[in-house]
């Protein structure tokens, strides 16, 4: 708890290096802000070329408004995971010199991935805002739960960051590790398909255990279906985030006192 | 676990080892950490860099820390400022902390200077408000106006530390602690840190010093600690526990009190007993000795209360017993405050040392003393150029001075009034203004009778 009380006292450090992180991340370039959505949308024009025209069999139309829909909390997830392996490591001068929270480390970095993320919301709903002009879909008042699943989702990510932030510093492997699953974790969560077209049964429960799984479809849900979050979603959500920000609280406080040595 | 409130910093049997890293020991750190919650370190994994360190620091007081380079002065504050926890042991501290372990630590190259003084500025506990209104002033003092809204991975090295500096020295904090920090910059800039930190002083900051530039330490510092080893080897006066150290780096066996001595058993033990003030002490390698300082008058007649403006003749017979070509002897006048009236040596006045070779007198010569009413003392030293004392006697004459004027300070100049236009004063002689009330009164009526 107390944890919670020295986060709250660094709330204005951690909005200050939030701010600094986009900034310099943008400084310089010309495009600037554009950079964090091409990734997405690459992918959304890789995989609708493929599932459109490639292999036409589509699962739903608008087939890359679907896509948008899973991609999005997706790149939330994965590049703030990525990045918060090194969020410590590439901060050893403040762990090492300065009196720092260390806990702020990882959630300046999915704070700032939370942004992205929000920044994109609009080119989604612009997306959306066309595929009604034409006939394809609707717009229903569901999405103003979108917000509400970001609140969630944030603080489960949250608590995989300050788990891999603070592990990494005494296990490198762990970059390589995460590196990979995450290549693996786009396949195995239900963003290009959807879960319920699998046929197998046990690959189904397979899928159902990824904890991103329930995130992905509760956002396809409120965006692209336009109805409710199922309630075992609901509940698999909070009790995952609930899990994760609980275990990345104990994780990074028993490792805390090693960072500033083993940076 | 809180030191007595008039300590700002309290460390009680401290002790820290640092982790060996091997291949091996790194997933086996993650694993004991996070299964058995246990840091206990094996002995042949770790290595002590502090062991069984007790001191403490009082409000207010400017303390430096000197040692060999790797004696363990950086994990020092390390472990004060919290950046590192003790293996074991207590560390207390009261008041905010900034530590100046590395300038502009949380500076990040690519936003510019005006945006990295908020960022470290918070770092360093201060609000968004409290920056602004102190925003101008560090700007000011770090001189670098012209590029504050540059990025900072524009600016010089020199440049990168002057912002460093001007945001941490306006933190405000009860407690500086500074590393290696006051030799960067150019001569302009150091002067102007250390006026900065003097002010700081002035104003009851506790300030905590690691460096090597002992000139400082001696200056600035009201004691100091000699680190050895990671085992504290002395702590009290700064002039003594430097020259203690540099007698260790010198190659001679630490001889703090020297052998021809009665008068030093002070010496013995670490300053921090309570010793009576007036009792001399006198520390130093030997080699050379000042077997007596007498103060004087011109006829060569010991003093030890004076009027102002006598001329005084401080005498000090000298014993060579090894012959040397190094030597600086050195004087200084001390009030019984503490704070030091006047200093100077050969060295500083542009004497080369030439020969020191048998026995001998040095004489300082001081044609008129002026120095207001008060206890004083002098210290007399010979010593290396670079500071190692052969023989260094704190306070070999205590002395005062008498005056029948109060005025106010520890130096009278010269000095007369005079008063043009419409301003006019009766001169009373201030014999009769200055005596007893009865005198007076009698002083008075004899001279109306």
């Given at each position: 708890?107390?944890?919670?009380?020295?986060?709250y006292?660094?709330r204005?450090?951690?909005?200050?290096?939030t701010a600094r992180?986009?900034?310099?991340?943008?400084?310089?370039s010309?495009?600037?802000?554009?950079?964090s959505?091409a990734?997405?949308?690459?992918?959304?024009?890789?995989?609708?070329?493929?599932?459109?025209?490639f292999?036409?069999?589509?699962?739903?139309?608008?087939y890359?408004?679907?896509l948008?829909?899973?991609?999005?909390p997706w790149t939330?997830?994965?590049?703030?995971?990525?990045?918060?392996?090194?969020?410590?490591?590439?901060?050893a001068?403040?762990?090492?010199?300065v009196?720092?929270?260390?806990?702020a480390?990882?959630?300046?970095?999915?704070l700032?991935?939370?942004?992205?993320?929000?920044?994109?919301?609009?080119?989604l709903v612009a997306?959306?805002?066309?595929f009604v002009?034409?006939?394809?879909?609707?717009l229903?008042?569901?999405?103003l739960?979108?917000?509400?699943?970001?609140?969630?989702q944030?603080?489960?990510?949250?608590?995989?960051a300050m788990?891999?932030?603070s592990?990494s510093v005494?296990?490198?492997?762990l970059?390589?590790?995460?590196?990979n699953?995450?290549q693996?974790?786009?396949?195995?969560t239900p963003?290009i398909y959807l879960?319920?077209?699998?046929?197998?049964?046990?690959?189904r429960?397979?899928?159902?255990?990824n904890?991103?799984?329930?995130?992905?479809i509760?956002?396809?849900?409120?965006?692209f279906f336009?109805?409710?979050?199922?309630?075992?979603?609901t509940?698999?959500?909070?009790a995952?985030?609930f899990?994760?920000i609980?275990?990345g609280?104990?994780?990074?406080?028993?490792?805390?006192?090693t960072?500033?040595?083993?940076? | 676990?809180?030191?007595?409130?008039e300590?700002?910093?309290?460390?009680d049997?401290?002790?820290?080892?640092?982790?060996?890293?091997?291949r091996?020991?790194?997933?086996?750190?993650?694993?004991?950490?996070?299964?058995?919650?246990?840091?206990?370190l094996?002995p042949e994994a770790?290595v002590?860099a502090?062991?069984?360190?007790s001191?403490?620091v009082?409000?207010?007081?400017?303390?430096?820390i000197?040692?060999?380079?790797?004696?363990?002065?950086?994990?020092?504050?390390?472990?004060?400022?919290?950046?590192?926890?003790?293996?074991s042991g207590a560390?207390?501290?009261?008041?905010?902390?900034?530590?100046l372990i590395?300038?502009?630590?949380?500076?990040?190259?690519?936003?510019t200077?005006r945006?990295?003084i908020?960022?470290?500025?918070?770092?360093?506990?201060?609000?968004?408000?409290?920056?602004?209104?102190?925003?101008?002033?560090?700007v000011d003092?770090?001189g670098?106006?012209?590029?504050?809204?540059?990025?900072v991975?524009?600016?010089?090295?020199?440049?990168?530390?002057?912002l460093?500096?001007a945001?941490?020295?306006?933190?405000?904090p009860?407690?500086?602690l500074?590393?290696?920090?006051?030799?960067?910059?150019?001569?302009?800039?150091?002067?102007k840190?250390i006026a900065?930190?003097?002010?700081?002083k002035?104003?009851g900051?506790t300030?905590?010093?690691v460096?090597h530039q002992?000139?400082?330490?001696?200056?600035l510092?009201?004691?100091a600690?000699?680190?050895d080893h990671?085992?504290?080897a002395?702590v009290?006066?700064?002039?003594r526990?430097?020259?203690?150290?540099?007698?260790?780096?010198?190659?001679h066996?630490?001889?703090?009190?020297?052998?021809?001595?009665t008068?030093?058993?002070?010496a013995?033990?670490?300053?921090?007993t309570k010793?009576?003030p007036?009792e001399?002490?006198r520390?130093?390698?030997?080699?050379?000795?000042?077997?007596?300082?007498?103060?004087?008058?011109?006829e060569?007649?010991?003093?030890v209360?004076?009027?102002?403006?006598t001329?005084?003749?401080i005498?000090?017979d000298?014993e060579?017993r090894?012959?040397?070509?190094?030597?600086?002897?050195?004087?200084?006048i001390?009030?019984?405050?503490?704070?030091c009236v006047?200093?100077?040596?050969?060295?500083?006045?542009?004497?080369?040392?030439?020969?020191?070779?048998s026995?001998?007198?040095?004489?300082f010569v001081?044609p008129s003393l002026d120095?207001i009413a008060g206890?004083y003392r002098?210290?007399?030293?010979?010593?290396?150029?670079?500071g190692?004392?052969?023989?260094y006697?704190?306070?070999?004459?205590?002395?005062?001075?008498?005056?029948r004027?109060?005025?106010i300070?520890?130096y009278?100049?010269p000095?007369?009034?005079?008063?043009?236009?419409?301003?006019?004063?009766?001169e009373?002689?201030?014999l009769?203004?200055d005596?007893?009330?009865?005198m007076a009164?009698?002083?008075r009526e004899?001279?109306?009778?």
């Amino acid at each position: 708890m107390n944890q919670l009380a020295t986060l709250y006292r660094s709330r204005q450090l951690i909005a200050a290096l939030t701010a600094r992180d986009l900034k310099a991340r943008y400084r310089g370039s010309v495009l600037g802000f554009f950079w964090s959505l091409a990734n997405p949308l690459l992918l959304l024009a890789v995989y609708t070329l493929v599932f459109t025209k490639f292999f036409p069999q589509q699962v739903v139309t608008p087939y890359p408004l679907f896509l948008f829909a899973g991609i999005l909390p997706w790149t939330f997830f994965s590049a703030a995971t990525l990045e918060s392996t090194n969020a410590i490591t590439s901060n050893a001068g403040l762990i090492k010199k300065v009196m720092f929270p260390a806990e702020a480390l990882p959630l300046v970095v999915v704070l700032s991935h939370l942004v992205h993320f929000a920044l994109a919301i609009p080119v989604l709903v612009a997306a959306i805002v066309i595929f009604v002009l034409l006939g394809q879909t609707v717009l229903t008042p569901m999405i103003l739960l979108v917000p509400v699943l970001m609140l969630v989702q944030t603080i489960f990510v949250a608590g995989i960051a300050m788990m891999v932030s603070s592990a990494s510093v005494l296990f490198r492997d762990l970059r390589d590790l995460v590196t990979n699953l995450m290549q693996l974790g786009f396949f195995v969560t239900p963003i290009i398909y959807l879960i319920d077209r699998i046929e197998s049964r046990p690959l189904r429960a397979l899928l159902r255990m990824n904890p991103m799984t329930p995130f992905v479809i509760a956002y396809q849900d409120v965006l692209f279906f336009g109805r409710f979050p199922s309630f075992s979603d609901t509940f698999l959500m909070l009790a995952y985030a609930f899990a994760s920000i609980a275990l990345g609280i104990t994780v990074f406080d028993r490792l805390r006192d090693t960072l500033a040595e083993a940076i | 676990m809180a030191g007595a409130p008039e300590f700002a910093i309290h460390l009680d049997q401290v002790s820290k080892a640092y982790r060996l890293w091997g291949r091996r020991s790194q997933f086996a750190t993650l694993k004991s950490a996070l299964l058995k919650r246990d840091m206990k370190l094996a002995p042949e994994a770790s290595v002590a860099a502090l062991s069984d360190v007790s001191f403490a620091v009082h409000r207010g007081e400017a303390f430096g820390i000197v040692g060999r380079n790797g004696s363990g002065k950086s994990t020092l504050l390390k472990l004060i400022s919290g950046i590192l926890k003790p293996t074991s042991g207590a560390i207390a501290v009261n008041g905010r902390i900034a530590a100046l372990i590395e300038l502009g630590a949380g500076f990040h190259p690519e936003i510019t200077g005006r945006e990295n003084i908020y960022i470290n500025g918070i770092m360093l506990g201060l609000t968004r408000r409290d920056i602004e209104s102190r925003f101008d002033k560090i700007v000011d003092f770090s001189g670098i106006r012209d590029f504050i809204d540059q990025p900072v991975k524009t600016y010089s090295s020199g440049m990168y530390v002057r912002l460093g500096f001007a945001v941490a020295v306006h933190v405000d904090p009860d407690i500086l602690l500074i590393d290696e920090v006051l030799s960067v910059g150019d001569e302009e800039f150091s002067q102007k840190c250390i006026a900065k930190i003097q002010e700081m002083k002035y104003r009851g900051v506790t300030l905590v010093f690691v460096t090597h530039q002992l000139g400082q330490v001696r200056d600035l510092c009201d004691r100091a600690l000699w680190l050895d080893h990671g085992k504290v080897a002395a702590v009290g006066d700064p002039v003594r526990v430097v020259d203690e150290y540099l007698q260790v780096v010198a190659g001679h066996a630490p001889q703090p009190a020297i052998a021809v001595t009665t008068e030093t058993q002070a010496a013995e033990e670490p300053a921090e007993t309570k010793k009576d003030p007036l009792e001399e002490e006198r520390w130093g390698s030997g080699e050379v000795l000042l077997t007596r300082v007498s103060l004087t008058d011109d006829e060569g007649r010991d003093l030890v209360a004076l009027g102002a403006g006598t001329p005084v003749t401080i005498a000090i017979d000298v014993e060579v017993r090894t012959p040397q070509e190094d030597f600086v002897f050195g004087i200084g006048i001390y009030h019984a405050d503490g704070s030091c009236v006047y200093g100077t040596n050969t060295d500083i006045e542009g004497l080369l040392a030439q020969k020191l070779a048998s026995n001998g007198r040095v004489k300082f010569v001081m044609p008129s003393l002026d120095l207001i009413a008060g206890a004083y003392r002098i210290d007399a030293a010979v010593h290396t150029r670079n500071g190692r004392a052969f023989d260094y006697r704190r306070g070999v004459i205590r002395f005062v001075v008498g005056s029948r004027l109060h005025d106010i300070g520890v130096y009278r100049p010269p000095h007369s009034w005079k008063f043009e236009g419409g301003i006019a004063f009766r001169e009373v002689d201030t014999l009769k203004r200055d005596v007893p009330a009865e005198m007076a009164t009698w002083i008075r009526e004899s001279e109306e009778k």
